[in-house]
């Protein structure tokens, strides 16, 4: 089956450095194969047929552990859940000079749609949507500063969650379908 395992929390703001050759030699350690890595944010592509998700995620936060001396929580996605997220993302969505979409990838204790009544939302000005597995969130950047997901950054909730832009989203989809 074919993975993707988004890593929270590396190579932001000079913390948790992590070398994205290194990381790969680390996924393929532990019997991931085909791994290929995306940008410098934490994103891996590889395929295992022998794991669950739960297991691939716990031998991965190991084996970081030990080959980086970090805590990282990884979050694992199928080829098939991500398809079913990218299916809800409006195609209109980008991030660029005028608009900022993101993807709030959730960890499993959070992923239900009651998660909506945690944020402080503005529908004025914020776009937010829940779909299994993730928060999908725009914002017209002139508005950025108003948004009420602004204050996202500072719960305890944020930390349950990694965050990719749509582009980044994107790629990685058609990443994990071209293998």
Request: charged residues 30%.
């Amino acid at each position: 089956m074919i993975y993707v395992a988004l890593l929270r929390g590396i190579n932001v703001g000079g913390k948790n450095k992590v070398d994205m050759k290194k990381l790969k030699e680390t996924f393929e350690k532990v019997g991931m194969r085909d791994v290929v890595t995306y940008i410098n944010s934490g994103n891996v592509i590889f395929q295992d047929a022998e794991h669950s998700k739960e297991k691939i995620a716990g031998l991965l936060e190991t084996a970081i552990q030990e080959d980086f001396s970090l805590e990282i929580k990884v979050l694992i996605r199928s080829l098939n859940e991500y398809q079913e997220i990218m299916k809800v993302v409006p195609d209109h969505w980008k991030n660029d000079k005028e608009m900022k979409s993101d993807v709030l990838f959730l960890w499993e204790e959070i992923d239900q749609e009651t998660v909506l009544e945690d944020l402080t939302i503005k529908p004025e000005i914020d776009q937010v949507l829940y779909v299994p597995g993730a928060l999908l969130w725009s914002v017209d950047k002139k508005n950025l500063t108003k948004s009420g997901m602004m204050k996202l950054a500072g719960a305890k909730l944020y930390k349950k969650m990694t965050v990719r832009n749509i582009n980044t989203t994107r790629k990685i989809y058609e990443m994990m379908k071209a293998r």
